[in-house]
């Protein structure tokens, strides 16, 4: 069975001070992982895709790496709005076309002015 | 560009009353729609994906049913609900091998 396990469960930070999250998976077939910011009351935005391990994907002030068994959401000097809950998920097998996600339950980011 | 709506955005109902979300998604066609409950702190857990009209599979069994009666509308029902049918309803699409995309929920609180 696929799984996601999100580490810390919350983390806060400082204005300015750079950190990483951990998302550790176990899953038949890769067929991509993906991260996902949340914010309270909102549906998840989509931020990164990692197919292979090895790959790496940035964003403003987000980088996403890709292992055999995790991935790593690095936050480089973080600002307020940074500020939000991250989601990791695999998809392994299709559904008949469709995409099986398993999602962790997330990291919840507060960063302090 | 795409989008989806979902409403309502927030819901009280008693228990044993009947339920009633909808989703629509513009701007793409035949996209593969699904239905997410994400309980509080809790990862997403999917309930229900479509790939198609009137194609529906369910992933866990439990007290609720899905319908795609038109290509782009997804909804999500309950004859009778329970008390641990609350939680936070999401609707997401995706199409081919793209990511999913998710409206901003339903928060539904059983009384």
């Known amino acids: 069975e696929d799984q996601v396990t999100q580490s810390p469960e919350a983390l806060r930070l400082q204005e300015g001070e750079s950190s990483s999250l951990n998302c550790s998976y176990t899953?038949?077939?890769?067929?991509?992982l993906f991260w996902y910011r949340q914010d309270p009351g909102k549906g998840p935005e989509f931020l990164f895709t990692?197919?292979?391990a090895g790959e790496e994907k940035e964003k403003e002030r987000l980088k996403a790496t890709l292992t055999k068994k995790e991935s790593f959401l690095h936050i480089t000097a973080p600002k307020p709005e940074d500020s939000a809950t991250y989601l990791c998920a695999v998809r392994g097998i299709h559904l008949q076309g469709a995409q099986k996600l398993v999602f962790g339950q997330g990291t919840r980011l507060t960063i302090n002015p | 560009s795409q989008t989806i709506h979902q409403w309502p955005a927030t819901l009280v109902q008693p228990v044993g009353s009947p339920l009633s979300l909808e989703c629509t998604v513009e701007?793409?066609?035949?996209?593969?729609l699904y239905w997410y409950r994400q309980a509080a702190g809790r990862g997403l857990q999917l309930l229900f994906y479509?790939?198609?009209?009137?194609?529906i599979s369910s992933e866990v069994p439990q007290n609720l049913s899905a319908s795609r009666p038109q290509d782009r509308q997804f909804i999500l029902s309950s004859k009778k609900l329970l008390l641990s049918d609350s939680g936070f309803y999401l609707c997401?699409?995706?199409?081919?091998?793209?990511?999913?995309?998710f409206g901003d929920g339903t928060r539904l609180s059983i009384l």
């Open positions: 479509s790939v198609g009209i009137g194609q």
């Open positions: 899953v038949s077939g890769l067929r991509g």
């Open positions: 701007g793409t066609s035949n996209p593969n």
């Open positions: 997401a699409w995706s199409v081919g091998n793209q990511p999913q995309h």
């Open positions: 990692l197919y292979s």
